[in-house]
Structures are given as C-alpha cells and as structure tokens.
C-alpha cells in the first residue's frame, strides 16, 4: 500500500563532521567514470568500494527486499549497516533508476548509508531531478533525490570547448579516440571472426556456472544476441564473461525496440561489464551502433506526466509501465558508445 511505500525519512544529523561526496552526471564518453577511478584510486583510505551500478543493484543486494516498517527487520537498513561498517566511501558508476523497486531500495539503502557517515561518489548520465523522471509513484522516491542532493555536490560534467553541451553537441570522447566521427558509422577494421569450438562451463558463482559453447584457450568466447540476452541472465553472468575471456565476439544483434525492453536492458547490462572489464569486442549487428536501439522520442518527451500515467504506446501499454523507457534511452546511448570503443583499433592496441 501506499503506507508501507512512505517509509523512507530522512536520516538525523551524524554527529561527526563528514565531507560531502559528489555526483557527476552528464553525456557518454565526456569522462565521467575516468573521473570516478582516478578518485577511487587516491582516495587516501582502504575502507572504500567501488561498484558499477549493475553489480551493486543485483549482485550485491538483490531485488528480493521488501519494505518493512520496523527497521529491525529491515533486510535493506541491515545490510546498510553491514556494509557501513567494512567502508567509508562506496564509489557507484552508471547510476540509474528504472523501477518502483529499485527507486524504494536505494532510498532506505542510501538513507541509512549518509547516517552511519559513509562518503557516496557517484557517476550518471542523469541530474538527480531527472532521474526516475515520469516514474511509476514517483513521489515516494523524490526524499531521495533530496538528500543525495544534501549529501552530494551536484556537478554536471561539460565541455569547456562547447558551453552549450547537449547529448546531441557533446564531444564524445570514445569516439574521437576509436578514430569513427559523426559521419562515419562502422570502423572497418577486419578482426578474426572465427574461434575453435571447445564447450566450456564457466563458474558464476558458487551455486551455479553457464555454458560457453565457443570459447578458445581461455582468451577468447563468442555468443549470439539471442543466448546472452534473450534468456534469463543478469549482470553476474555477464561479469564472469568479461572478467574469464579477454576477447567476446557478438553475433546477430537486432534492432532493440520497447516491445522488449528487457533485451536491450540485458544488452546494455553486458556491454557494460564488458567495459569495466576492459574486454576487447567484436560485434556483428544489423546496424550500426547508435541506430540498434529504435526508441519514439517524440513520444518519451511529449506531455504531461498526467499525460504519461494514461496515455497508451503503439504497442497497447500504458506509458506509467514503461517509465523506464527514458533512463533506457540514455543507457544505450553509453552502451553505443562503448561499444564503438571496445571495437575500435586504438582499445586493441591498448588492451591486448
């Protein structure tokens, strides 16, 4: 009910003085998570963390928490704790928030964080008020956009050499070092397209592994669109790919629609942690990266957010069920932009 929803309060002033962390946001490939590692890497204490948004929402905590009243019994306030006491600065990249779900957990989670004093750094392609924006009882998570605003010094991340930054203006700075410009659509380096088949099961976790059933001397691993992110699995799994092979090749990507967001929410997870891992990628697609995803922005920008909560989308759902569809957007643009990079000679010659 709306009542159990409503239970997130701001945390009492901490008794002891602790800087203010920050949130930078702004467009891919401006330097943002550069920014966030060079911080991480000398922030004068070992009590830190540093976490991409996937592995921290779904492999760290999970989305099986439910909002309980008594804080004792809390399974979010309790990890808060936990988590609380081994650090004092938790660095987040690629912060998002997609759902009602996700929007309560980090709301008690973060709450509980600022008031046991630990320091939050933060990376996002969105301003604290835009995120969740047209979200589904959206007022129960703007307490949070409040105190990350407290907590946290704003700063929007632009170009100095175009003070009129937009994502559409903005200088993605992969691109310029992936050697593709705006009127160039592939890079057409030729990489080996072809791996010795040799079935493989690779660890996940302790519980269960995955199959990889083309994968050569542990260095390189190839897969379809359609077993990686038309099945049922998530970042963990994504993250023993990237951190096992060195080189992933991706056959067959389709145009990504809202008909299926979840495809496009896997794709993204995975391109993801193949970044964070410094994989080396090789893609075959039916397009180019920036026109996979096929979004109607003149239907995510339109309207009022009364509008959005009646309003139907050419595929007969009610807009207040895709309030994720923004935040969607603006993710793939990063994955996009990854994408042309991991591809790109420069990242090869780097990494390999």
Request: charged share 25%.
């Amino acid at each position: 009910s709306n009542a159990e929803l409503n239970t997130n309060e701001e945390p009492p002033s901490i008794s002891i003085q602790v800087p203010r962390g920050f949130y930078i946001h702004g467009p891919v490939g401006t330097g943002k998570s550069m920014m966030l590692n060079v911080f991480y890497e000398h922030a004068p204490t070992h009590k830190k963390r540093r976490l991409h948004f996937h592995s921290f929402l779904l492999d760290e905590h999970g989305r099986s928490y439910h909002v309980d009243t008594d804080k004792s019994r809390n399974p979010i306030i309790r990890i808060a704790q936990q988590v609380s006491e081994e650090i004092t600065l938790l660095c987040i990249d690629e912060f998002q928030v997609t759902d009602i779900a996700d929007a309560m957990i980090l709301n008690q989670f973060f709450g509980e964080l600022w008031r046991q004093g630990v320091i939050v750094a933060a990376t996002s392609n969105r301003p604290p008020d835009a995120l969740y924006e047209g979200g589904l009882n959206r007022e129960y998570f703007l307490p949070f956009i409040d105190l990350m605003k407290k907590y946290c010094v704003v700063h929007h991340l632009v170009d100095r050499n175009n003070l009129g930054d937009t994502d559409k203006t903005s200088i993605d700075y992969r691109r310029v070092r992936s050697g593709v410009n705006d009127d160039e659509s592939n890079n057409h380096e030729k990489y080996p397209s072809t791996t010795n088949e040799q079935p493989m099961q690779l660890q996940v976790n302790f519980k269960r592994t995955m199959a990889v059933h083309r994968s050569h001397s542990d260095i390189i691993a190839r897969f379809t669109f359609e077993e990686l992110c038309t099945t049922e699995l998530g970042s963990s799994d994504y993250s023993a790919i990237a951190n096992h092979f060195q080189i992933v090749m991706l056959e067959n990507i389709p145009h990504l629609n809202l008909k299926y967001p979840d495809r496009a929410r896997r794709f993204i997870t995975l391109i993801d942690e193949l970044y964070e891992a410094e994989c080396c990628l090789v893609c075959s697609a039916v397009d180019v990266p920036d026109r996979l995803f096929i979004g109607n922005s003149s239907e995510e920008d339109s309207g009022t957010d009364s509008d959005k909560s009646t309003t139907a989308n050419d595929n007969g759902t009610a807009l207040s069920s895709l309030a994720s569809v923004r935040e969607l957007s603006f993710a793939f643009r990063r994955a996009a932009s990854r994408v042309l990079e991991m591809s790109s000679k420069s990242w090869w010659d780097e990494k390999l």
